[in-house]
């Protein structure tokens, strides 16, 4: 089985200073892995994924993160942070069978502050 | 990415009815999934729909409970029925246009029970 671990719930950061938001995983065989952004009141916005090569990852909004394989970790990190950051963030794992499906973790809040 | 729409996109409704929810995308998908994000939790997959078939269903919701059509590439309808409190969460549409795709999420429908 397949499991997401965001360990934490909240995220605070001051605009400018940089942010990462932690995520570690497990999955049977090669993982793709996805980071997506929830606004208040609104779906699910897709940031960016891994599915194979550089293990640094570059998404919308400035937003990247790092693949790494021997600590099952994938956090997602942006280098100056803005107040329009703040936001829920869930990070997700599927392997890379034909018609696995998304699993996620529980979302870590960014709140940012001016 | 695929453009996806849903209707309603909130709705109030009375313990023991049935709301149905409609989600078109602008271009053909292989894969159409729903998901249930309950206040504060994170996203769980209700179901896979498949066009022509039945829905394959994740451990913990049925049929009955949860109907759910397929009839073509671009269209899914999930049905909620008699519904009660416990119910009232964001239903999520979200789809695969190939198998090594990025997952992509509608609006979401916000739904009340009272």
């Known amino acids: 089985a397949q499991s997401v671990a965001q360990p934490e719930d909240q995220v605070n950061v001051a605009e400018g200073n940089p942010l990462t938001v932690k995520c570690t995983y497990s999955v049977s065989g090669n993982p793709y892995l996805f980071w997506y952004v929830q606004y208040p009141n609104r779906g699910l916005q897709f940031l960016l994924k891994y599915i194979t090569g550089d293990n640094l990852v570059k998404g919308s909004y400035g937003f990247e993160a790092e693949f790494n394989k021997s600590q099952t970790s994938f956090h997602l990190k942006k280098p100056s942070a803005l107040v329009s950051d703040s936001a829920l963030y869930f990070c997700?794992?599927?392997?890379?069978?034909?018609?696995?499906?998304?699993?996620f973790g529980k979302g870590t809040m960014l709140l940012v502050s001016p | 990415s695929a453009v996806i729409s849903q209707k309603p996109s909130r709705d109030i409704c009375q313990r023991g009815t049935s709301l149905t929810i409609q989600c078109q995308v602008d271009?053909?998908?292989?894969?159409m999934f729903w998901y249930r994000q309950q206040p504060g939790q994170s996203l769980t997959l209700i179901a896979t729909a498949n066009q022509g078939s039945e829905a394959t269903y994740e451990s913990g919701f049925v049929i009955d409970k949860f109907p759910i059509s397929r009839p073509n590439l671009t269209f899914s309808t999930l049905t909620v029925s008699n519904m009660s409190p416990e119910d009232s969460s964001i239903y999520l549409c979200?789809?695969?246009?190939?198998?090594?795709?990025?997952?992509?999420f509608g609006p979401g429908t916000r739904l009340t029970v009272l």
């Open positions: 271009s053909q998908v292989t894969m």
């Open positions: 997700a794992v599927r392997d890379d069978s034909g018609y696995s499906t998304l699993t």
């Open positions: 979200s789809v695969v246009a190939r198998v090594v795709d990025t997952q992509y």
